[in-house]
């Protein structure tokens, strides 16, 4: 592991000591925003010490041995998602106020929270910002959803730049990796787990939906699709869309703390983790669970 340490001298730097881990994935993707982002935060902060993760256990350690310092995570929402993770298993999460710089592809999970994506951006909103108090929900496994829970697994798209590469640059990659990623889908889609929802698929499930212990979905309906996600004040929401024949079919809603799905094994999607497959799982919400570093105002 690489790691650095570095003092400013800037008259208005924040006193607060930071550590900045930076994603593995992050530096190989795109090491310019990631040069940005370091510079920016070791201009405006008085201790900052820099650590360049070569791997994802050498991110989680150096989370762990963060001391005082402020964590300031340098990556994409996989990595935003570990290092929550981490901080919940350790339990730590309430007393810690989660700073991230996004950078890399799958940035969806970042928007939605309120992130800035640009590298400078981010970096002063890291600087600047205040920390905001958010929920989350955690299911039975120990494991920790902050954006939604999708039924059946949809994939989450990764967008591509908009314009299209020319020459040998990278974009010249693209076509080939589209037929690799065909490939792969193809060769998944041919040995599905018994009784499982395929990740990806789109066909309908038959599942039993329990809201704080009262039915909206029985096993004698089927699903098209089912989310769960914080939704404010120690709430989750759930929408299930039921199977239609003709027209379509309104979605069914609910609101409450604890969330249980069951029936035939299937798969889900954690933000954007493919889960399972599994017979059961509750989520629960929990208020304020984890504090993230947002602009000010």
């Not at 900045?20 to 982002?37: L, M, N, Y």
């Not at 979605?251 to 798969?267: C, D, E, I, K």
């Not at 017979?279 to 919400?285: C, I, S």
Request: aromatic share 2%; charged share 20%.
């Amino acid at each position: 592991m690489a790691t650095s340490a570095s003092s400013s001298a800037h008259p208005h730097a924040r006193s607060d000591p930071l550590l900045v881990v930076v994603d593995p994935v992050a530096r190989r993707t795109d090491g310019e925003s990631v040069r940005i982002a370091k510079d920016v935060l070791s201009a405006g902060a008085s201790h900052t010490k820099v650590c360049l993760a070569d791997d994802p256990e050498e991110f989680a350690r150096a989370l762990r041995r963060r001391g005082s310092r402020r964590p300031v995570v340098v990556g994409d929402d996989g990595a935003l998602l570990r290092a929550v993770a981490l901080l919940h298993r350790q339990r730590e999460l309430a007393g810690c106020a989660l700073s991230v710089v996004p950078v890399g592809s799958a940035l969806g999970l970042a928007r939605s929270l309120g992130l800035p994506t640009g590298a400078v951006a981010a970096a002063r909103a890291v600087l600047d910002g205040a920390e905001r108090r958010l929920d989350l929900l955690v299911d039975d496994s120990d494991g920790v959803v902050l954006g939604e829970v999708g039924i059946p697994p949809v994939p989450v798209p990764v967008p591509e730049p908009g314009r299209e590469d020319r020459g040998h640059g990278p974009g010249a990659l693209r076509p080939w990796l589209r037929t690799c990623q065909s490939l792969v889908r193809t060769l998944a889609s041919s040995r599905p787990a018994r009784n499982a929802v395929p990740p990806g698929a789109a066909g309908p499930a038959r599942l039993r939906v329990e809201v704080d212990g009262v039915t909206l979905v029985d096993l004698d309906q089927s699903l098209e699709a089912l989310t769960v996600m914080p939704g404010g004040g120690g709430v989750a929401v759930v929408e299930a869309r039921p199977l239609s024949v003709g027209a379509q079919a309104s979605p069914l809603t609910a609101s409450g703390r604890r969330v249980t799905v069951s029936g035939a094994h299937f798969r889900y999607r954690a933000d954007a983790v493919v889960c399972g497959p599994v017979g059961t799982r509750t989520w629960v919400a929990r208020e304020g669970a984890w504090g993230l570093t947002l602009p000010a105002g």
